[in-house]
């Protein structure tokens, strides 16, 4: 098994077609392939809920596999699904964040990230959902608009208002 798998590694879509068949060492390998890029794809949406967006995501992979029709395809088929699978677990989260900052840190300060990371816990789901494929992820409007399932309209005011919201969030904190 190699220690990282990429898009079109020919083993992984090797690995892919013998998991559709139901070889259980197959699934194995295309979940260690896929584990580290779902978590990053469902941790900045999902947030402190990102484990379980996480699980959730891997679940519907393996149940969903054989629906597949090209495995070299398979990062990009798993990130729809995780996307979704994270705005999900996001929306049915009860939990909340009291996330009170005191200060903006300056940009070399460690503690940026937390920060940054408390703003975006302000946000919907959605917002942070269509900020990480567009920003983070670099997708244009209408492939991000496939993998939410949404309109390239909605993407755009999505997006439009997360960003909005995030400036607005950003600079509240810094007043505290």
Known sequence: MPASWEQGDSRLVTAVRAAQRGDP?????V???LTPAVRRWCGPIALQDAADAVQETLVVV????SRLREPAAI????RTIAVREAVRVAQQSSRTIPAELTHLPAA???VLAADIRDV???LSPEHRAVLMLRDLEGFDERTASAMLGVPVGTV???L???????????REAGER
């Open 62 to 65: 393996l149940r969903s596999l």
């Open 120 to 122: 975006l816990a302000r």
């Open 156 to 158: 755009r005011s999505r």
């Open 160 to 170: 439009f208002r997360a960003r909005h919201s995030f400036r607005i969030q950003w």
């Open 108 to 110: 070399d300060d460690p």
């Open 25 to 29: 060492l197959a699934m194995h390998d």
């Open 31 to 33: 979940l260690d392939a």
């Open 75 to 78: 990062f990009g088929w798993a």
